[in-house]
């Protein structure tokens, strides 16, 4: 047998102790030999096949291998799953596929241009559909499909990122508004059909042309002064609109454009003034948060009488470290854990926080990399479990203090700590023999990826199933 | 001063399954199992009250279920409940709540306690019935979906709040000993340490069957009989269709709708 | 002839309306030739007659009782005192949080057959048939009651639509039967109004998970939920960001939206922590570009989309 410190001797353990969640942690690392032993134990009972099917954690290779002898219930849950890979959805359409087999894959984002052109003539108008809504369906797929003349199929083809200008044109000539206000905002749209949008009568037309990024700046110019805010809303957003054209908020009635002002990068110096002294809370609030503000407006702003706002300016990565300083002193804990959350915080108004029992700023200070050593210790050892938990995202936890949390009664916070680097082997290995399947998984994975050589370690393996 | 807890391992279907040839259940490769998220708090009221009363003080979780079901008890016992009583007996397969009600009635009996706690209702089926139909037939005062509770052993009245419709409670005293259904939120459930997981791999769980009940001979009958199970004709959710403006404007119509704008 | 009783509720003497749906489930299964009997138990049960005189109702019993007050002993009296006087074939309440206390009770009981969270009802080949969801909702399972001669069953609100109409019932007036209760009201409490951020206590929220991406979007559906009149909740990796308060925080790990009606979770997976703390809200939409994330599965409404470009949207309604 393997020694226990390389990655067959792991195998050989796992094996050894039939756990299949273990395995499957380990599955992505190893040799192919050592896989099929792996998958022995991983698919032992038809339970574990069906959960493993439908698991987007699965690692590709074993939903591949699981498509191979699948029946109706494994095909159906391979057809859904959004880790399924080319290969294996390409042989759910062999033999007698189902109307929903074959209208998942379509669905499919890994989907290719092959089995989507074999898919654009099905025989169900919903797998149609569903085709001509995949962001890979290719052009001549498109066209084909937009001949039939349904509504599902032209909405969804009018935003197909590979819809040519002739399949817009056509579309534009025939579709109902929803279908013409996609093709506005297409950024394949025709230039006749754009000046055609801009004259339109119907504002959702226009507003989806002014989100147009492929609008030029003196359509886009003219869009800002439009009648309706909806429609100025949707041309201040567009990145196309810059330097000079970007002004005017004085003038702007509809709190709602301004806001949008507000959230734009790059405003000219009077423009941010302005804003900064509106009277609607969100512009300040937004503004707070751009990094043009100067830093006596953002002084301004971190006095306002609005927590939120406050709020803001210590999250603006232009905010000035004395600024910072004094927004940790905020009677509102919220602000106060926005400045704990930064890792440019000066030193004063770290220490300031280490006191400070509020939840959230303990919080923000445990996933802070600067924050003191022994504070981190009082953090793993908080009554809140949600607390604790971030000293397990921080990367300069110390070897103690994940060891700590890898002790956590709360499984989630065990889960996550499995994947910090500072967390020993022992500690690591005992947790394989964790009560929770999903710790199981998350230690055999970060085992095998450090016992893994190099190259094979790269394959990015995510937790993705526990937000 | 002793406290019963009567808990039961839920069922959590799959979002895809199939049903049985016999058209009367689903097929048993499309479950997990797991504790009543109900009973997590039912547990945690009788463990909170336990510590307060101090030495002495006992909590004994029971379930009606085959072997699988010795998973919820161990779940309690890691918590800090002192034993476990499973009750099995493979003719209670099919039974309903009344029929379960009925076995926990006898190990009530057995056990005389100061309270019986359960989840308000269980997550898989949601009948909000073994409790209360286990109150009946003990002839106990009882309360349902109780979200707030002040009982101090060996007092004679407990006083608790149920939860009502629309977040309104009702403040009520009840005589004790008392039947009570637990409503989420009433307290923050523990996590198990992991030493109390290990711990509770010591801990005694009795097995009994009917006969050791006295229930033997077919005296546990169902209120209701499963006549067949079935898929609703169409998946729960209404997809909304159409572009994203369409899509929008349908969910602003939704809203308001419900909000009464 | 088999007549169906239907036990009426009032709370603190105002009429609880679900009563009338309670009504109409026992209508759907009324012969040409049943009966149907509304008893309501309250101190002044003659000002709640009317409430429930609605068509096809053929009798109104009001039952005196000393108070408004719900005693689960008095009502399971009541049922049992009716039960023998009026041998129904069918007893019916609506599923609430009184009956929750009572009605299980009584079936046991009496002996009765037993349905609760019952949304259909009908005979086949002479015998009741209650249909119920299963497997949280996941399943249809039609019960029967083999042997029983009186069958209790509770309905589920907000299937049937209230019975209305103008009845002209018969008014048969009684005391409630004498009984020892062991549950004494002491009062009310209103839920709370609680100022700032209130998860448990919000009826209306809007919700957002990982797909929001980084922080300054966090801040676009704050907004957002403002216009919409919601307050904004969210998945647990958003809050372990320190991107949004804990107490926005919905889950296991996490706040439980106890009061919620609408939901609307906008690029949330809908992992089992996550739906730990809402999945029992009537309303919940889901808005993902998943269209197999599980939270699909809970959801009453889809919407296949990308939440930014939903929200954006969304906006210009409100």
Known sequence: MASWGELPGLVDRLLDTGDPYAALGAYPFAHAPDRQALEAVILATPRLRLTFAAAPYAPADLLDRISIDADGAHRLRLAKNPATPPSALARLLTGDASERIRRYVAAHRHADAAMLSALAVDRSVQVRRAVAGNRNAPRGVLTRLVAEGDGLIDRNAARGPFAGAEILQTLWDTGERHVRAEIAAHPNCPGAVLDQAEAMSDALIRRKLASNAGLGIEALSRLLTDHDERVRAAAVRNPVVAGDYLDDPEGEPSPKVRRIFARREWLAAHVVARLAADPDDWVRRWIARNPAVPEDLMARLAADPVMEVRRSTARNPACPAPLLTILAGDPAAWVRAGVALREDAPEGAISLLLTDEDPDVRAALGRNPRTPASTFEEIARHPDKDVRRAVAFNRAASVSVVALLAEDPYPLNRVIVAGHPNLGRAPLEHLLDDPEPQVRFAAAAQLARRLAPPPAASGGLHINHCD | ?261 | MAEILVIAEQRDGAFRSASLEAIAAAKSVKGGDGKLAVAIVAADPDALVGDVSVEGVDEVIAIKAGSNDFQPDLMEAVVAALAEARQPALIVAAHGVDAWSYAPVAAAKLGFGFASDVQALRYEDGELVATRAGYAEKVRVDLDFPGKEVVLVTIRTNVFDPAGGAGAPTVTAMDAPACDVSTAHVGWKQPEDAGGIDIPGSDFIVSIGRGVGDESKVEQFLELADQLGATLGCSRPIADNGWLPKARQVGQSGQLAANCRLYIAMGVSGSVQHQWGMKHVETIVAVNTDPEASIFSIARYGVVGDMFEIAEELENHF
């Open chain 2, 1 to 261: 001063m002793k406290i019963l807890v009567a808990v039961k391992q839920v069922s959590i279907l799959d979002d895809e399954f199939e049903m049985r040839d016999d058209g009367r259940g689903v097929d048993a490769d499309f479950f997990e199992k797991d504790l009543n998220e109900f009973d997590h708090f039912a547990v945690e009221e009788a463990l909170l009250i336990k510590e307060a009363a101090g030495e002495g003080a006992e909590v004994v979780v029971v379930t009606v279920g085959d072997d699988e079901a010795d998973d919820a008890l161990r779940t309690a016992l890691a918590k800090g409940a002192e034993r476990g009583i499973r009750v099995w007996d493979d003719s209670l397969a099919e039974v309903d709540s009344i029929a379960i009600a009925k076995v926990l009635a006898k190990v009530v009996e057995r056990e005389a306690p100061d309270m019986v706690f359960t989840g308000a209702q269980s997550a898989d089926f949601g009948h909000a019935t073994t409790g209360m139909a286990l109150a009946g037939l003990l002839g106990w005062p009882h309360a349902a979906v109780v979200s707030k509770l002040d009982f101090v052993p060996g007092a004679a009245t407990a006083t608790l709040h149920r939860e009502l419709e629309g977040g309104l409670e009702e403040i009520m005293t009840i005589q004790c000993p008392a039947v009570l259904s637990i409503q989420l939120g009433i307290n923050q459930p523990r996590y198990a340490s992991l030493r109390g997981i290990r711990q509770a791999k010591q801990k005694p769980v009795e097995e009994l069957d009917l006969d050791a009940l006295g229930l033997g001979g077919g005296a546990v009958t169902s209120a209701s009989r499963v006549r067949r199970m079935y898929a609703p004709e169409k998946g729960q959710a209404e997809i909304i269709e159409g572009t994203v403006a369409e899509q929008a404007a349908r969910l602003a119509e939704i809203i308001k709708e419900l909000r009464g704008i």
